[in-house]
């Protein structure tokens, strides 16, 4: 029997409602530019299909992978949706032209590609230039040639224009800056550009450009590095919830956990919590992250297991085994138990949502 999912306790309570506010709140900020809805990685947890079927009036979608794009258009989404990582070969570039997916392009095997394609059709192409992440993308000096040898392919449909800002969620950092001047350097203005990230949507008003993206922020979770000195009424879309297993007491100089890793310091009543790195809730802790029992938040404990949590319940009154525990949600936040476990929130929901049962309100 699988032990995942629906034979588990733990279990996700995704609201639909809270990702189509986020979403109007990004294009707002962005001072109504057209939006792209980055749902890669199942939309980072919540359901990639669920999450394109409740935005029906977002500008366009992004996917990491050409078979994410085909999935969205066999559930029938029909807006546009780029594929960021491009294609590999001459058959996902076959599958782009079928099925009319913009394809991100950033290597000369691209090139190669669609000068040997019999016919596009029409295909939308976006062009990214490398300005300071180094990952992907042609380099500076290249572009103008890039962009000249795509306007000879008389069967290529649009041009788009894209980079990628490295350092935007760090308000302390100039890097972004530099990448958005490279950038007007270049010169090619009359196209149309796509920039900005979820950290640029909220921190960098230059470079919001014709099209823009959200990602993590259109889920609910601030990226910026002084997101708690800032109030943007971003909505948590995923609540992670489970259950209380058991309830023991403990004497003060008890240990509890693998390695002996936390010694009560008194007399204390410590909850078994139903979750654990099986359900995608991470193991590494090196502050004391929290969870939400009856409404007030409580220690998490010693180590976080494979099944398990312990957390400190002795300021509770009628805790019994079976009453609901929030791990994650509106309190505490996402990036709580991210800040707590040294990662970024990006990575707790994508491991959560790929491994619990999913609950969907708010469907339309």
């Known amino acids: 029997m699988n032990s995942h999912g629906s034979n588990r306790h733990s279990y996700v309570i995704i609201d639909l409602a809270a990702i189509r506010h986020n979403y109007h709140l990004l294009k707002q ?54 594929v960021l990582g491009g294609f590999i070969g001459k058959e996902e570039l076959s599958t782009c032209i079928q099925h009319q997916f ?33 990952r992907l993308g042609y380099a500076l000096e290249i572009v103008t040639e890039v962009v000249t040898q795509l306007e000879g392919m008389s069967t290529l ?13 760090n308000v302390e950092s100039d890097f972004s800056n530099r990448q958005i001047a490279a950038i007007q350097a270049l010169r090619l203005d009359s196209y149309e550009w796509g920039v900005a990230n979820s950290a640029g949507v909220l921190g960098w008003p230059a470079s919001h450009d014709t099209w823009v993206r959200a990602g993590i922020a259109m889920y609910g979770a601030n ?20 259950r209380i297993l058991a309830v023991n007491p403990h ?5 509890i956990g693998y390695a002996n890793l ?27 992250a929290q969870v939400s029992i009856h409404g007030q938040l409580c220690d998490i404990v010693g180590r976080v297991s494979m ?17 609901d525990v ?39």
Request: aromatic content about 4%; glycine content about 8%.
């Open 326 to 364: 929030t791990l994650f949600g509106t309190s505490p936040e996402v990036n709580h138990v991210a800040d707590c476990a040294q990662t970024i929130a990006y990575e707790v929901l994508c491991n959560v949502g790929a491994h619990v049962r999913r609950e969907y309100i708010n469907i339309t």
């Open 29 to 82: 900020i962005s001072g109504g530019k057209r939006l792209i809805a980055v749902i890669k990685a199942d939309a980072y947890g919540h359901g990639a299909v669920e999450v394109a079927k409740a935005l029906s009036d977002a500008d366009a979608f992004a996917v990491a992978a050409v078979g994410e794009a085909v999935a969205l258009r066999e559930a029938g989404i029909m807006q546009k949706i780029l």
């Open 102 to 134: 913009d394809p991100v392009i950033h290597q000369q095997t691209h090139l190669d590609l669609l000068h040997r394609a019999d016919d596009l059709k029409g295909l939308q192409v976006w062009v990214k230039v490398d300005t300071g992440m180094g």
């Open 223 to 242: 990226p910026m590095s002084n997101r708690k000195e800032t109030n943007v009424d971003l909505k948590p879309a995923m609540q992670m919830k489970s």
């Open 251 to 255: 004497k003060q100089g008890d240990v």
């Open 157 to 169: 449909g649009a041009i788009h224009m894209m980079s990628h800002l490295a350092n935007a969620d």
């Open 262 to 288: 936390y010694t009560c310091p008194k007399d204390m009543d410590i909850a078994a919590i139903a979750t654990g790195y099986a359900d995608g809730y991470p193991r590494h802790k090196v502050e004391t």
């Open 307 to 323: 099944d398990m949590i312990t957390v400190d319940v002795s300021g509770l009154k009628d805790i019994q085994p079976g009453d």
